[in-house]
């Protein structure tokens, strides 16, 4: 009974998370889903190790923690183009791009006056063109997800 209870609250959590992340801004869910995930594999192997199952936890409890060290090692405080609310006219990707206001809107192809939802069909029109899953390139995708975020932004 114990474990159908385990298993009831995990998936509330899960249920609560994904509701979290849907109404979440993009750069916000890439700089938290990390350490999240990494809090959620420590505990968890923690748990399978006090349960006897140390042959499973001790590896998850080590690749949590590696998780957590990739995200804030070397300075990196963590990941996401956009600058959030704080009046800049330029994003930055991590990689040091940056893009004015005014590349975005040509990026995107769209106004200066447009809509939040003007820009988010311009923006699924032209991921179908570049994604790398349809014969695009990271980089065009990662171009087009900043010039979205910073209009979003905007």
């Given at each position: 009974m114990s474990v159908l209870f385990g298993v009831l609250i995990a998936l509330g959590a899960m249920v609560v998370l994904a509701w979290l992340f849907a109404?979440?801004?993009?750069?916000?869910?890439?700089?938290?889903a990390r350490p999240v995930a990494a809090v959620?594999?420590?505990?968890?192997?923690i748990v399978m190790t006090v349960r006897g199952m140390g042959v499973l936890g001790?590896?998850?409890v080590l690749a949590g923690i590696g998780f957590l060290l990739t995200g804030t090692w070397r300075g990196r405080p963590g990941f996401g183009g956009g600058q959030g609310g704080n009046g800049r006219s330029?994003?930055?990707?991590?990689?040091?791009e940056s893009m004015s206001i005014a590349e975005a809107r040509a990026t995107l192809g769209v106004e200066p006056g447009a809509s939040h939802d003007d820009i988010q069909r311009a923006y699924r029109e032209m991921m179908k063109k570049v994604h790398p899953d349809t014969g695009g390139s990271g980089a065009l995708a990662r171009r087009v997800q900043m010039a979205r975020?910073?209009?979003?932004?905007d």
């Open positions: 109404k979440a801004k993009p750069s916000f869910v890439v700089k938290i959620a594999v420590v505990l968890l192997g001790v590896p998850m330029q994003s930055q990707t991590p990689q040091g975020d910073l209009l979003l932004d």
